[in-house]
């Protein structure tokens, strides 16, 4: 009897139920040759392999963050040897790639094999008798002369207090208890696992369906998503399975903010956007985008990605709007020089923008206007400058009689265009993979408690009075042994003070 | 005279340098006495550096207007603040002798080189400005605070194995067997594998009032680094999900195999091997020790390296 330990107390192998090979059915069979894949040797080689992988490709420079001249002078004649072995776009290369499916499978495989036996140590509820947890290697004892309902009774609430579900037997036999704290930690790796699982699926997914565009637009441009000049489906070909909606975003304007006392530092970029349906003609969504703040709808997405300065200038010449090009020089200065008024005037509106050195193009400190006339500056005298005027942004003024009003420099918008109906599934793997590492570092704490009555003297009580009980704890834990083992001090020193005969209630030994 | 409240940013953390190095010379002190009012003015003076050092971060967040974590300086403040904290609830529950001198050594290395680096503070970048960077970026740095702390741990361990009393004992994995945890069971709190509750209380109280302490096994230096790395493999996981979300919403993808993410992610591979190897239970306390300290050295690339590199997306971090 006493070598009839349960599996409860001592732990069972995970997975290690053995079948007889002549009897193993075809599923079996096929889970048997799997074996391999789902082995934790293989895990622990391929999370090796991924890392070193990963880490070449850190050291090693890599085509699109480097250019490919300086990778060609840097490597030599070692360069066709190592592009052939993909060193130099690790992340796609033939070895990577298999690396991942394999690592794949081997979480599949794996996470299978250990879901069910982390489920069972998880929700079994075994009870064990004094016969087994003597025989266990960590357990200890306690005699006490009190009532057995009491005593039950406080050992329960004992362990309700330190937060332990309790269990007790409810069959016949020698009372006994279970408690167990945190058990669903148990399931932790298989819950990550599963995440890691759905996130790589969610990837793949993404791959076939998604695409990114960019687009290079000023404002007042409107295209469709179908004229973009930079579309890049995620697959080529015939593998790629997405579709590009029907939409159209219109630039209603573009603004570079700055900081007030920095004028120098831009503090973020304002892009306003309207996505229509090309069909309907019906407005979708319309937002101020900027960085960290895209224009979302469905499962396409519009990004404030880049800027960049077209050269232009918005100016206001008697009340109206104009574009005005930077498109000259004088005396080795970018300047723009605009006709306005009557062709047989020849009279032309000359503006030198003034930018500001750290973002050229972008911000236009002020401009000079001037006007030109018949091959000279109206109003320029010998040793005396012309008439001009000085106008930062938003001032409007007169010179000659003319309205002239500086707007801002015209600035391009780069948005990035994004399909990805994969995102809903990232986000839930997310979710999943972060709440199964939480889950992870709880620690399951178990301990069995089982009373010998009076009746049946144990061996280590011989030689005692036969009128006291013994209690016999048994505990186990998979990890945080120190804590566990601080939590079981206090608990002793509780359970002792609990047992202790109370003689002033009239509880006598 | 000068108030607390005229005290900048800068004053509070040479005062806390101050406090470091008299708990410093404390815990020095306790390896060789056991005296609990030693352990108490140690484990004060430590929480008083937190003290100073949350204090001058949260000025400097007033002065900058934003929660002050977007250089070189502010993230080794707080991975030092991180570190403090996790340390002093450490020492609060467990009370490891050897610890606390070499945690006080590495804080004041990283706070003292921290204040060798331009402490200017700069308007955010564009890129920067986003609720994220106020979550992704504590949660990574508190990992690396827990990996700091598993680092020490593992080398505390491999001296007691190569060198100290343990050296001859057979060292094992406390999840690689189930001897493991009985001997560290054992070790920790005084318990035979069987025994009687009264005797053992007993026992237990006379060892107290005669102020004997075990020695510390190097294994219970094996459990503490396998703890750190099991707070620390999460958040940094949680943390690069949060930097992939980041990533999503400001430029449009969740990875974009950065030097950052990539070396963040041989960090996060290394510890899933230490993980995993403790879990297949074939391998030696040493050999884990050591796979700690190489995912240490490789959390270290991800941390400084890449940031001396100045590449890519994470350039912001650069130092200097």
Known sequence: MVNAVSPGILGSSPGASKINPTSRTFPEQVWGWLACFRSVHLAITLLTLLMLGVFAGVMIPQEGLVELADIKTQFGENYRVMKAMGLFNVYSSYWFLTLEVLFFFNLLFGSFQWLRPAFLAAVRKEFSGPEHIRVSPRHFWVRSCQPAGDLCESIQQIFKKKGYRVWVSSKSGPWRLYASKASFSRLGPAVAHFGILCLLLASVYGAFTGFTAQKLAVPGETFSFSAVDRMMPKMDPPFWQGTIPDWQVTVQDFNVDFYEDRPETVRQYFADLELTNNREQTLLAQKQISVNHPLSHGDVTIYQASFAPTGKLFMMINGERKTVEVNTNFQDRPISMTPIGQPEDALSLVVFPFFVKQDPGVKANHVRVFLHQGGSFVGASQGKMPQNLKLFEGETKTLNGIQVGFIKPEVATGLLIKKSPETLWIYLAFAIICIGTVMCFFSQRQIWVALEPPSEPSDFAKGESTASHTLYFHWKTNKAHLSFNKELDALKQTIYECVQPKTEQGVTP | ?320
């Not at chain 2, 009032?209 to 294994?219: C, G, K, P, R, V």
């Open chain 2, 1 to 320: 005279m000068t108030t607390f409240l005229e005290i900048n940013e800068m004053q509070w953390v040479h005062l806390g340098v101050l406090l470091l190095i008299g708990s410093l010379f404390l815990y020095v002190l306790r390896t060789l006495n056991t005296s609990k009012g030693l352990w108490y003015t140690a484990w004060s003076l430590l929480a008083g550096t937190v003290a100073c050092l949350v204090i001058s971060i949260t000025l400097r967040s007033v002065e900058a207007e934003y929660f002050a974590l977007s250089n070189m300086y502010e993230s080794l403040m707080v991975l030092s603040i991180g570190m403090m904290m996790a340390f002093l609830a450490l020492d609060r529950w467990f009370g490891l002798r050897g610890l606390g001198w070499p945690v006080c050594l590495a804080l004041l290395v990283s706070v003292g080189y921290a204040t060798t680096l331009p402490t200017d503070i700069h308007p955010l970048q564009a890129a920067l400005q986003s609720y994220w960077r106020s979550i992704h970026v504590p949660v990574i740095l508190l990992s690396y605070s827990m990996f700091t702390l598993s680092f020490i741990s593992s080398i505390i361990y491999l001296v007691k194995a190569y060198w100290g009393v343990d050296k001859h004992q057979p060292l094992v994995s406390v999840s690689g067997g189930r001897m493991g945890g009985d001997m560290l069971t054992q070790s920790l709190s005084h318990q035979v594998f069987s025994h009687d509750l009264e005797a053992d209380l007993k026992q237990r109280a006379e060892q107290q009032q005669s102020a004997i302490t075990l020695a510390e096994s190097a294994n219970i230096y094996d459990e503490i680094t396998y703890r750190c790395i099991s707070i620390g493999f999460p958040l940094l996981a949680i943390g690069i999900i949060l930097g992939g979300l980041w990533a999503n919403e400001a430029w449009g993808n969740y990875w974009s195999w950065d030097p950052k993410e990539s070396m963040s992610l041989v960090t996060l591979l290394a510890y899933g091997i230490y993980l995993h190897l403790r879990v297949n239970g074939e391998h030696s306390a040493k050999t884990l020790a050591w796979v700690s300290v190489g995912g240490y050295i490789m959390m270290l690339i991800t941390y400084f390296g890449v940031n001396l590199m100045g590449l890519g997306l994470h350039s912001y971090g650069k130092i200097g």
